[in-house]
């Protein structure tokens, strides 16, 4: 009997700690919320035994359930209404993918999807991105290519200027299909630690500090982004979804996936996809008409697709 009441005072624990995401906590948070429901299995055994408890116990890992673990959502969505490979006309289709450590043959995934928008983060060198360009767009091709970013688009770009780091962001306005410009921001935030060794103390520090860098470096893109422009952020954010930093990105931005995601949308590892760190938001002048996610041929992350059109449309 006590050991049931543990499993629901636990379950209300980890409830609270993914809903409000608290540093100190980050070292918990970091884990795929679906990796926590092991931990009701034991408590099963019980339910038969112990009506008022049990119920209780399961309706506490439902409702963690419910709000925190997405994969169900976005799998039974992809059964109900399978992915459109090709993009919906005339939504524009963006893409966003880690390169892996700049390998040049991670390009060659992007070309069956006629991406309108690509955002890259440890892109190959200069000129692999600009053959893809040319291949992709012809003469109506842009980019902008940074030290550990890229953008490219079927349309016209121009920097923006900025005085902060030029190491984890790319930064620029786009006029795509002849529309109204939109601010585009590739990122790769600041890779995390894989101590997952929650005994330890200083992981619970490590995480903590963590989770501080990166809120500092997305506080830094969200101030040099106007609040009423239209927006996409994309990129490697280094942080699970529903993480706290994303708050940041402000009440007029959306999550592509958790807004319109078809099956499996986790990207990293590539080979055994556990968390979704590979991201796309819009401003909420954009519909998302559907997003997923596609196992790349040589990066150990996945990429991710986002249909999206214009609002007005």
């Not at 989770?211 to 982004?225: K, V």
């Given at each position: 009997?006590?050991?049931?009441?543990?499993?629901?005072?636990?379950?209300?624990?980890?409830?609270?700690a993914?809903?409000?995401?608290?540093?100190?906590?980050a070292?918990?948070?970091?884990?795929?919320?679906?990796?926590w429901?092991?931990?009701?299995?034991p408590?099963?055994?019980?339910?038969?035994?112990?009506?008022?408890?049990?119920g209780?116990?399961?309706?506490?890992w439902?409702?963690f359930?419910a709000c925190?673990?997405?994969?169900p959502?976005?799998?039974?969505?992809?059964?109900?209404?399978?992915?459109e490979e090709?993009?919906?006309?005339?939504?524009l289709?963006l893409?966003?993918?880690?390169?892996?450590?700049g390998?040049?043959?991670?390009?060659?995934?992007?070309?069956?999807?006629?991406p309108?928008?690509?955002?890259?983060?440890?892109p190959?060198p200069r000129?692999?991105?600009?053959?893809?360009?040319?291949?992709?767009?012809?003469?109506?091709g842009?980019?902008?290519?940074d030290l550990?970013?890229?953008?490219l688009?079927?349309?016209?770009l121009?920097?923006?200027g900025?005085n902060?780091s030029?190491m984890f962001?790319?930064?620029a306005?786009?006029v795509?299909?002849?529309?109204?410009?939109?601010?585009l921001?590739?990122?790769r935030?600041?890779?995390?630690?894989?101590?997952?060794n929650?005994?330890?103390?200083d992981?619970?520090d490590?995480?903590r500090?963590?989770?501080r860098r990166?809120?500092?470096?997305l506080?830094?893109?969200a101030?040099?982004?106007?609040?009423?422009?239209s927006?996409m952020?994309?990129?490697?954010f280094?942080?699970?979804?529903g993480?706290?930093?994303f708050?940041?990105?402000g009440?007029?931005?959306?999550?592509?996936?958790?807004?319109?995601g078809?099956?499996?949308g986790n990207?990293?590892l590539?080979?055994?996809?556990?968390?979704r760190?590979d991201?796309i938001?819009?401003?909420?002048?954009f519909?998302?008409?559907?997003?997923?996610?596609?196992?790349?041929?040589?990066?150990?992350?996945?990429?991710v697709?986002?249909?999206?059109?214009?609002?007005?449309?």
């Amino acid at each position: 009997m006590i050991f049931l009441w543990g499993e629901i005072l636990f379950a209300w624990l980890l409830f609270a700690a993914y809903r409000f995401r608290p540093d100190f906590l980050a070292a918990v948070t970091v884990l795929p919320a679906w990796i926590w429901l092991a931990a009701a299995l034991p408590g099963i055994w019980f339910l038969r035994r112990r009506r008022l408890a049990g119920g209780l116990f399961a309706l506490s890992w439902l409702l963690f359930a419910a709000c925190h673990v997405e994969e169900p959502r976005s799998l039974v969505r992809g059964w109900i209404s399978p992915v459109e490979e090709s993009s919906f006309a005339p939504a524009l289709r963006l893409v966003t993918l880690n390169c892996g450590g700049g390998q040049a043959a991670a390009l060659a995934d992007l070309k069956p999807l006629r991406p309108d928008v690509i955002f890259l983060q440890e892109p190959p060198p200069r000129l692999d991105v600009e053959d893809l360009v040319r291949d992709l767009y012809g003469s109506e091709g842009d980019f902008l290519y940074d030290l550990d970013t890229a953008i490219l688009v079927r349309g016209t770009l121009e920097e923006v200027g900025r005085n902060g780091s030029r190491m984890f962001y790319s930064h620029a306005v786009a006029v795509l299909q002849g529309g109204d410009p939109v601010h585009l921001v590739s990122l790769r935030l600041a890779t995390g630690h894989v101590q997952v060794n929650i005994g330890n103390l200083d992981c619970w520090d490590t995480h903590r500090r963590h989770r501080r860098r990166q809120m500092a470096q997305l506080r830094e893109i969200a101030a040099a982004l106007p609040p009423d422009a239209s927006q996409m952020v994309a990129g490697d954010f280094n942080a699970p979804q529903g993480d706290k930093i994303f708050s940041l990105l402000g009440p007029r931005m959306s999550d592509a996936f958790a807004a319109a995601g078809k099956g499996l949308g986790n990207t990293i590892l590539n080979d055994r996809p556990v968390l979704r760190i590979d991201q796309i938001w819009v401003s909420d002048d954009f519909a998302v008409l559907q997003a997923f996610a596609r196992a790349s041929s040589v990066s150990d992350h996945r990429l991710v697709v986002a249909d999206v059109t214009r609002q007005s449309q």
